[in-house]
Nanobody, 124 residues
Framework: HVQLVESGGGSVQAGGSLRLSCAAS????????MGWFRQAPGKEREGVAA????????NYADSVKGRFTISRLKDANILHLQMNGLKPDDSAMYYC??????????????????WGQGTQVTVS
């Protein structure tokens, strides 16, 4: 399994920005499609963004297009999510996920095998 550790969460006012990071490690780790997901209290986990192993191809939920940017360097073990123009509805626990077993650039949480512990984002 891949070990994933998220960081960069915090509290920010509406319209502000945060940059989340996810560090991946583990025996046999190699780049694969990775994604960011979020879950608010009482709601199901939802996909936010996904990125190919090369970092060239991305996929975003409609709710974050134009505001969030997922990025990585080719073959890198660190994933980023730049979040701009944050809204209160963006408040959630954000999770990094790896090992996509489903469709290409899937935003379905069930497509991913390995998960981090999450980092909290609160927008007021």
């Amino acid at each position: 399994h891949v070990q994933l550790v998220e960081s960069g969460g915090g509290s920010v006012q509406a319209g502000g920005s945060l940059r989340l990071s996810c560090a991946a490690s583990g025996a046999g780790y190699r780049p694969t499609t990775m994604g960011w997901f979020r879950q608010a209290p009482g709601k199901e986990r939802e996909g936010v963004a996904a990125i190919s192993a090369s970092g060239v191809s991305t996929n975003y939920a409609d709710s974050v297009k134009g505001r969030f940017t997922i990025s990585r360097l080719k073959d890198a073990n660190i994933l980023h999510l730049q979040m701009n123009g944050l809204k209160p509805d963006d408040s959630a626990m954000y999770y990094c996920a790896a090992w996509n077993t489903g469709p290409y650039l899937s935003l379905d949480p069930s497509s991913y095998r390995d998960w981090g512990q999450g980092t909290q984002v609160t927008v007021s």
